[in-house]
């Protein structure tokens, strides 16, 4: 019999929807549940495409006697992390508190006042390895509720008056400067890995925001450094086994430091800011890598993450079946080498082979090799490997594939939207800008709740909005979305949404002195106040809402707005120098504050092809956050093209910044100078 789990819209609770355990969503319900039977909560925290949640799930969660134990001694609250990232972050914090470390699954007990006493992540069905096994561990708990009562409740609450007491120190006044942004340039410096790319040892995750900011630093700076070690990390990363070779799109992150066996989830957000990074590179430097590997990925996130509403879907999973009938994490991107000599013929396995890196040994699991391109193989015939790619899809095609959820995050289609429309707009893909736009009028339609003043829910699936209520980062990336496909179109409707959105930021995320919450002022209350300026997978909600803020304000005038990007970027003052790598979005921004950001109006009627030249000279532009504007003069799509006349009759670009404007002028030539400078 199906458990409370199966009406809901979260594709990782439907997971468990036939799971013996009888759980609960999280709800009030359960936690009175919990007081009625004074039994303490199992809270289980996970998301559909995570690994090692799919295994404690097989081992524990769909044993028999396991749910038994469980559904006797405790009421089981099962979380999608995608869905309640506000639920995560406090109790995620608690268990790094308590254990330094963290990860999913996460594993938490409490009381029925919602305070944690007792935590981990990933349980084994026996001992081993050090671990305490999972049967161990809701004896050992249910033991202590029982006899030790007291004992637990004063753990509970000294957790919870810690987590209460920490306090966020986020700069003070001002905002940061070039002292500061130099400072996160040498720290980035110091951790950059020169013979591999990227920062850090294994795992290594992709820096996207880091990147963002080395190329806007480079822009405003002509700093050579910021240049290479963006450059060089993107294809480095190009190059590996983090990116799919054969379809496009990346994985999670590399195990390695060398880039050659990813973790093999494929997530959205991961590839909406890849997307969109490349396509900056290649708006600087022209390359060609960073061109094919921009389109591929937006082709791959528009053929596998679309969705029948026009929407992304959140992510593909790591696993899938071999072929055997085991379910194994990479099974439809590995390769050996008799897998190339069925799917291509003796000499071309050969080639394929040494071009992708396939080896005898195997770079990954049981002989088999993940696809990169090792070293450069020189002139090779561009012909021949698109026909080996295309038949080693085919083959790939017959496999089973990773499972998808189909989860639309408001938040990452937001970055998505952004990422779309920018690289239709650069590489004259119409078709990408149509699909942004889709999504675009999906969350509109779907997660926008106008009676409500325009609030924004975080999920929906198949059409039908989730219960969950928007956080920071979904008002900031929708917002930060919605400004780039403004840009785009030419279309105002869609600066007013982001007007909305940023508007109820002011209103509802917004503390004293500029920080910034991730949950609205009238949002559920927890055990304490989610509230992190650093990036994790994505911009901070925080630094991301800075971002959006500081350019609805270049667009509009609005003091508001940019004094509220301003007060929010003093965080970026007190972590930038010490932490530059965890918040990459906010140098960003800062780049762009400290660089106006410029204010571009190009006026000229429509389907002029004068016109048409000083906007794709506008949008291949360098500026750090530049915004854009394009119209017939006076129109009232958009506030900069107010009293922007004509030239002599000609279409014009008006540039400005720190309120003073350039002269306007008519040649495309000289804007793209005036934006590179």
């Known amino acids: 019999m199906p458990n409370r789990l199966a009406h809901e819209t979260s594709p990782y609770l439907l997971q468990h929807a036939d799971n ?16 009625r039977r004074d039994v303490p909560l199992l809270l289980s925290v996970g998301y559909s495409s995570c690994h090692w949640c799919h295994v404690m799930a097989h081992e524990s969660f769909e044993d028999e006697a396991t749910a038994a134990y469980v559904n006797e001694h405790f009421v089981a609250v099962k979380v999608d992390r995608e869905e309640r990232p506000d639920v995560d972050a406090v109790y995620m914090e608690a268990v790094q508190a308590a254990t330094g470390q963290g990860g999913w699954p996460m594993t938490v007990f409490l009381t029925a006042d919602a305070e944690p006493f007792y935590f981990g992540t990933y349980f084994p069905p026996e001992s081993r390895h050090g671990m305490p096994s999972f049967r161990d561990v809701l004896e050992g708990v249910s033991r202590a509720w029982t006899a030790r009562r007291a004992e637990v409740g004063e753990v509970a609450g000294k957790i919870v008056k810690d987590l209460s007491a920490r306090s ?5 006044d001002g905002v940061p400067g070039e002292e500061e942004l130099a400072q996160a340039l040498l720290g980035l410096t110091r951790e950059y890995d020169a013979t591999r790319g990227g920062f850090g040892g294994a795992p290594k995750f992709p820096p996207s925001m880091v990147v963002e900011f080395l190329l806007r630093h480079h822009a405003r700076t002509g700093a050579e450094g910021a240049l290479q070690m963006a450059a060089d990390t993107c294809e480095a990363m190009a190059r590996g086994g983090i990116y799919d070779q054969l379809g496009g799109g990346f994985a999670r992150y590399s195990v390695d430091r060398d880039w050659v066996v990813p973790h093999f989830e494929k997530m959205l957000y991961d590839n909406a800011l890849l997307c969109r990074t490349y396509a900056h590179l290649w708006r600087v430097t022209g390359s060609d890598l960073a061109r094919r590997v921009a389109l591929e990925t937006a082709d791959f996130m528009v053929r596998e993450l679309r969705t029948a509403e026009g929407g992304f879907a959140s992510a593909l999973d790591a696993d899938s079946d071999d072929g055997t009938g085991r379910h194994v994490e990479g099974a439809y991107y590995v390769w050996t080498p008799q897998q190339l000599t069925e799917a291509l013929g003796e000499e071309d396995a050969r080639f394929a082979a040494q071009y992708f890196g396939v080896t005898e040994e195997g770079t990954f699991e049981e002989g088999a090799s993940v696809l990169r391109l090792p070293q450069d193989a020189g002139v090779v015939e561009a012909d021949r490997i698109a026909s080996v790619k295309e038949r080693l899809l085919a083959a790939r095609d017959r496999r089973e594939r990773p499972g998808r959820d189909d989860k639309i995050v408001a938040a990452w289609n937001g970055l998505t939207i952004a990422a779309l429309a920018e690289t239709g707009a650069y590489f004259d893909r119409p078709d990408l800008v149509e699909r942004a736009t889709e999504a675009a009028d999906l969350l509109v339609r779907v997660h926008f709740d106008t009676a409500a003043g325009a609030r924004l829910a975080r999920t929906s699936k198949d059409g039908r909005v989730g219960a969950n209520a928007g956080v920071l980062e979904d008002y900031a990336d929708v917002a930060e979305g919605f400004l780039a ?49 650093t990036d994790n997978a994505t911009p901070s909600g925080w630094t991301a809402a800075a971002g959006a803020l500081l350019s ?21 003052k007190a972590l930038g120098p010490r932490a530059p790598r965890f918040i990459g979005w906010g140098l960003a921004t800062a780049e762009a504050l400290l660089d106006g950001p410029r204010e571009i109006a190009v006026v000229g009627a429509p389907g002029d092809e004068r016109s048409a030249e000083l906007r794709r000279s506008a949008l291949l532009g360098t500026a750090p956050g530049a915004v854009l504007a394009f119209g017939i003069p006076d129109s009232d799509e958009f506030p900069l093209l107010r009293d922007r006349p004509l030239v002599d009759g000609r279409p014009a670009a008006y540039v400005c910044r720190h309120f003073t404007c350039d002269a306007p002028t008519t040649d495309p030539a000289e804007l793209a100078r005036a934006l590179s400078r």
Do not use: C, K, M, N
């Open 168 to 172: 966020l120190a986020f700069g003070g």
């Open 20 to 35: 013996p355990v009888d759980w609960w969503p999280w709800s009030p319900e359960a936690f009175e549940e919990a007081r």
């Open 552 to 572: 609805y304000a270049a667009h509009t005038g609005s003091d508001a707005h940019r004094a509220a990007a301003e007060g929010a970027l003093g965080v970026v």
């Open 485 to 533: 496909l403004a840009g785009v179109t030419g279309e105002g409707v869609w600066l007013e949404f982001a007007g909305f959105l940023l508007d109820i930021v002011l209103d509802q995320f917004v503390a004293e002195g500029g920080a910034l919450y991730d949950t609205a002022h009238d949002a559920e209350t927890l055990i304490r106040r989610p509230q992190d300026p």
